[in-house]
């Protein structure tokens, strides 16, 4: 499976071992967990690094909203299902821009899949 771009990089985690190994199935991510200076997970995507915080007074679910590139929306929302995350809707028109759709991961965290079909003004 190839790694799939995202477009923001914070995600809160109730579990993060847990969140790593639900995004690692379903997008191909590749995790490195620290606890030095801080319990932190870095994460590969294939564009941007990312990282995972632990939930508490600074991160808490629904905070963030990553938007992950997708050619099929509904196979990834069919997966998202299998693995123990939520469709929030099915997906959507943005003008003649592209195709989306809301889902949460197991943590409880909003996301959303972009499948680009014109660049934006043309």
Do not use: C
Not at 13 to 26: C, E, S, T, V
Not at 29 to 57: C, K, M, R
Not at 81 to 105: N, Q, S, T, W
Request: proline content about 9%.
């Amino acid at each position: 499976m190839s790694k799939r771009p995202i477009v923001h990089i914070e995600i809160p985690a109730q579990n993060r071992p847990a969140a790593a190994d639900f995004y690692g199935k379903l997008f191909g991510w590749t995790f490195q967990h620290f606890t030095d200076p801080g319990p932190y997970t870095i994460f590969e995507s294939g564009n941007v690094p990312g990282g995972l915080a632990d939930i508490g007074e600074q991160y808490k679910p629904g905070d963030v909203i990553l938007y992950i590139a997708r050619d099929d929306v509904a196979a990834d929302l069919k997966r998202i299902e299998e693995l123990g995350g939520k469709k929030l809707g099915d997906p959507f028109m943005v003008g003649e821009l592209g195709e989306m759709a809301f889902f949460a991961d197991p943590t409880g965290n909003r996301l959303a899949l972009w499948k680009q079909l014109q660049p934006p003004g043309g």
